[in-house]
């Protein structure tokens, strides 16, 4: 994955256009294809990885969004497996994608630690599992202001994760013309 990296450190706080995706909206998933589960927790940098990520999505995937907030990171893979559970049997038009957005950030104990390598290696069972290309999109830092350096313009996590989508997307693709 390439790395994007900018001077400034500032976060993303709106759409760069008037994109309308559903926000906890489950019945909506029959059309949608590109699943965000994101944790309220250190909510301005997950947010702001939202927004770069949705600004750099093609239009069209666009309209395959949808949205879903949890309380925090350590939750995202069991909104993921029930999500998961429910949708399981539907037929898609586009190969579902789940993009994983949560931020870790070190404390005076290993509970980050803890935390992180619990929901990376859920994230991990759940798109073997399942076979659906789960985006990691946790990040760990330190402390606040490399969060903020991740998740706004000068490392643009978001638009890494747009690019990832792209390129899983794509090598699926490939893999289902095999014969």
Do not use: W
Request: aromatic share 8%; proline share 3%; with cysteine.
């Amino acid at each position: 994955m390439q790395k994007t990296k900018t001077k400034s450190n500032k976060l993303f706080t709106k759409l760069s256009s008037d994109i309308n995706f559903s926000f906890d909206d489950i019945k909506s998933l029959n059309k949608k294809s590109i699943i965000i589960i994101k944790s309220l927790y250190h909510n301005d940098v997950t947010s702001s990885i939202v927004y770069d990520f949705v600004d750099n999505l093609k239009p069209p995937q666009r309209k395959e969004l949808c949205l879903i907030e949890v309380p925090g990171t350590f939750e995202i893979p069991f909104m993921i497996k029930i999500l998961l559970e429910k949708i399981k049997n539907r037929k898609f038009t586009e190969p579902i994608s789940i993009l994983a957005i949560g931020c870790v950030i070190k404390g005076e104990t290993k509970h980050d630690e803890y935390i992180a390598s619990t929901v990376i290696n859920a994230l991990r069972n759940l798109s073997l599992e399942y076979k659906i290309p789960i985006i990691n999109g946790i990040i760990t830092t330190l402390d606040m202001k490399q969060a903020k350096e991740r998740a706004g313009t000068k490392y643009r996590k978001g638009k890494d994760f747009a690019n990832s989508l792209n390129i899983i997307r794509n090598s699926i693709n490939r893999v289902k013309r095999l014969k």
